[in-house]
T-cell receptor, first 114, second 116 residues
Framework: DQQVKQNSPSLSVQEGRISILNCDYT??????FLWYKKYPAEGPTFLIS?????DKNEDGRFTVFLNKSAKHLSLHIVPSQPGDSAVYFC?????????????FGKGTSLLVTP | SAVISQKPSRDICQRGTSLTIQCQVD?????MFWYRQQPGQSLTLIAT?????????ESGFVIDKFPISRPNLTFSTLTVSNMSPEDSSIYLC?????????????FGPGTRLTVL
């Protein structure tokens, strides 16, 4: 059963515009959320995270928003750059399961066009 | 973060054989995990590699199929036993408990396995 869902398998955005990647989760025990970026033939790279006690976390061009009541989070990239083209994975964890193991979505492939 | 390497980076194997994947970290880490990413799917946790004791497996994964060793705090191996084409996946190790946020995990480059 997929507890973390990324319903958009792909997204195309023009350079300089905002990219918004969405993620939904079903397990209310999740209390920490992460975004990873993955290039082909490489492992996922940690991008940004947010604790369930917050509703926003910002790091440079990347901002993650958390809506706990809707069990929804999103990653905003502003402005988008061609180098941002990659697959983005949303992940969630709970301190009560598997010692901080991560539950991943299927990923959204972002293409930023010049 | 940490520098994580995996060997081999890729392999093509015959069904019925076994492959051992190595994960080496450049510093001692508390937590090590093994994940699998099947084609078109998300990353799925196979097990938590425990130093000095048996690994903790997730539902659907068993020790006979995926034996794991973790002899020290910088090294772990995952063996994929008696392989079938369904085992064709990317296998990734990750480490956690490094930074100020305990939940953050850092991944190795992955091992791309194809079983014929």
């Amino acid at each position: 059963d997929q507890q973390v869902k990324q319903n958009s398998p792909s997204l195309s955005v023009q350079e300089g515009r905002i990219s918004i990647l969405n993620c939904d989760y079903t397990n209310s025990m999740f209390d920490y959320f992460l975004w990873y970026k993955k290039y082909p033939a490489e492992g996922p790279t940690f991008l940004i995270s947010i604790s369930s006690i917050k509703d926003k976390n910002e790091d440079g061009r990347f901002t993650v928003f958390l809506n706990k009541s809707a069990k929804h989070l999103s990653l905003h990239i502003v402005p988008s750059q061609p180098g941002d083209s990659a697959v983005y994975f949303c992940a969630a964890s709970s301190n009560s399961n598997s010692g901080y193991a991560l539950n991943f979505g299927k990923g959204t492939s972002l293409l930023v066009t010049p | 973060s940490a520098v994580i390497s995996q060997k081999p980076s890729r392999d093509i194997c015959q069904r019925g054989t076994s492959l051992t994947i190595q994960c080496q970290v450049d510093s001692q880490v508390t937590m090590m995990f093994w994940y699998r990413q099947q084609p078109g799917q998300s990353l799925t946790l196979i097990a938590t590699a425990n130093q000095g004791s048996e690994a903790t497996y997730e539902s659907g994964f068993v020790i006979d199929k995926f034996p794991i060793s973790r002899p020290n705090l910088t090294f772990s191996t995952l063996t994929v036993s008696n392989m079938s084409p369904e085992d064709s996946s990317i296998y990734l190790c990750s480490v956690g408990g490094l930074g100020r946020i305990y939940n953050e995990q850092f991944f190795g480059p992955g091992t791309r396995l194809t079983v014929l």
